[in-house]
């Protein structure tokens, strides 16, 4: 199947007429191919958003909650087929897809169709009888790229809010997970959304990506990915003055006290370290545990993590499918040959599968302290380290020791101790006794290099809108 970009309402071949595979991740076969975008596929799309810009910009709010919830419906219409294609594109579990991802680009399209209806703005009145109000309105064209982790439902989460807000936007999907990307417009045609609202260009990060942080008439960026890459995209869009909204890597803590409940906290560790094979950015990597219990939990983890069920993602009773590319599965062994090597201990897992595509076993390690690499850089696959620590302060002193911020995940029930641990960690996200609970109204993003800027519930739509103060003399 050859795809195509999706400009100005229509499905259209790329100007360079080349294309490149798109590889099934559990069988390592090729499944599409994808167009090999540059420049000149931008700068149609770009034209196309501009084209589109005044009419949509003009729509009422409510014509474009109508659109947006429409799309919503034929998302949900067709979670089924949607999650397979995502199965099949990311290697994921069609578990996963079904119960997170599919569900989840729906929830971000009718949050938004609706938060778009209640965007409330400030007016302030001066003593000097003067009153100041805030005007915000959409900033044009929008720029959106997103990672193949999580492909449709990271395209929705800067899909929606953007178009919300009463841009038009050019979105550029990884080029390991376009298919999903691709029924969206399919979709979009359904659901009435006009030509050049949703443009979609498909291809590689350094010629289509690129290209759409250096194009003039672009006004934001919204990028989620690597933190290497987010400063690749800054670098390019910053001089442009372009706002830019950069939601990044992570090596996230998971904090274990001695009085959690074990129960939960193993159950939820287990999908919090290998839910995705692993490759969600908020996965907690880094599991420090009150030495009291620590034998008891690796024990216990080790067991759980080692009766997971790995295999063809399409199984419904599949626990953890297939990592996202032969490279992606080299990196993360790299890490695992690189802990025996930093003198740590493989508890369970470490080893690839013997068949077609690219499944690894979850993999827990012990025995490494903080200054490893293994536990400092992002590994982005079914890999954690498990650590012991001996005080409150030493568990914050070891969660905080890395270059990321992303999220983290503290189990305790001394509810003094957990609110005290969390107002004292680098992260922007932080779980108590729970994990991945998502409330889309609140700011979501990360610290240090995990990113720049919030999106989320409102910020998402302050982002993809200008703020106008006006002050009128009474
Ligand atoms: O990222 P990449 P990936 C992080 C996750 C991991 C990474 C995995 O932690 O580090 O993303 O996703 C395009 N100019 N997050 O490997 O390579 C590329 O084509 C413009 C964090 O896909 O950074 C793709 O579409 N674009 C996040 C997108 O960038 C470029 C949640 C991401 O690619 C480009 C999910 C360039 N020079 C994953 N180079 C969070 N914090 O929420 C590449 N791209």
Not at 157 to 178: D, F, H, M, R, Y
Request: charged share 20%.
């Amino acid at each position: 199947m050859h795809l195509a970009n999706f400009i100005n309402g229509e499905f259209v071949s790329p100007r360079s007429g080349a294309y490149f595979d798109d590889i099934n991740p559990a069988t390592a076969e090729g499944i599409a191919a994808i167009p090999d975008s540059d420049e000149r596929d931008v700068d149609d799309a770009v034209r196309a958003a501009r084209a589109a810009f005044p009419s949509w910009s003009r729509t009422t709010a409510a014509e474009r909650s109508n659109l947006l919830l429409k799309l919503a419906d034929l998302i949900e219409q067709n979670l089924d087929d949607l999650a397979r294609t995502e199965s099949i594109d990311n290697g994921k579990t069609i578990s996963l897809a079904k119960r997170l991802d599919i569900p989840r680009a729906v929830a971000n399209f009718r949050f938004f169709a609706t938060a778009i209806l209640h965007q409330s703005s400030d007016a302030h009145f001066m003593d000097v009888a003067a009153l100041n109000y805030t005007l915000r309105q959409p900033l044009g064209v929008v720029g959106l790229i997103s990672p193949w982790n999580l492909p449709l439902y990271l395209l929705s989460w800067k899909i929606a809010p953007a178009i919300a807000a009463g841009n038009t936007c050019v979105a550029k999907p990884s080029e390991l997970t376009p298919l999903t990307a691709n029924r969206l417009a399919e979709l979009s045609i359904e659901a009435d959304i006009p030509p050049g609202v949703i443009n979609i260009v498909h291809g590689y990060g350094n010629k289509a990506g690129r290209a759409l942080t250096c194009h003039d008439d672009v006004a934001a960026i919204s990028f989620t990915g690597g933190t290497v890459t987010g400063a690749a995209v800054a670098a390019n869009a910053a001089p442009r003055f372009k706002k830019m909204s950069l939601e990044l890597g992570g090596k996230n803590p998971n904090l274990i006290f001695a009085d959690a409940d074990l129960d939960d906290a193993i159950a939820t560790s287990i999908r919090s370290s290998f839910w995705n094979q692993g490759e969600i950015c908020l996965c907690g990597s880094r599991i420090f545990v009150e030495r009291s219990i620590h034998d008891e939990f690796v024990s216990r983890f080790a067991a759980a993590a080692k009766s997971l069920r790995i295999g063809d993602p399409l199984d419904a009773s599949t626990d953890v499918g297939a990592l996202i590319s032969e490279g992606h599965l080299q990196k993360v062994m790299g890490y695992t040959d690189l802990a025996t090597k930093e003198g740590g201990t493989i508890v369970a897992g470490g080893h690839r599968l013997d068949r077609p595509g690219y499944f690894v076993e979850p993999t827990i390690i012990t025995g490494l302290t903080c200054e490893c690499r293994v536990l400092q850089e992002e590994i982005f696959g079914p890999v954690v380290t498990v650590t012991p620590f001996d005080s409150e302060d030493e568990a914050l002193a070891f969660a905080n020791s890395t270059r990321y911020g992303l999220s983290a995940t503290i189990w305790t029930r001394d509810i003094s101790r957990a609110h005290r641990v969390a107002a004292n960690l680098d992260a922007g996200t932080i779980w108590i006794n729970c994990w991945l609970l998502r409330d889309l109204r609140v700011p979501f993003g990360g610290m240090k290099e995990s990113g720049v800027g919030r999106e989320g519930g409102f910020e998402s739509l302050n982002f993809f809108t200008e703020a106008k103060n006006v002050c009128v003399k009474i």
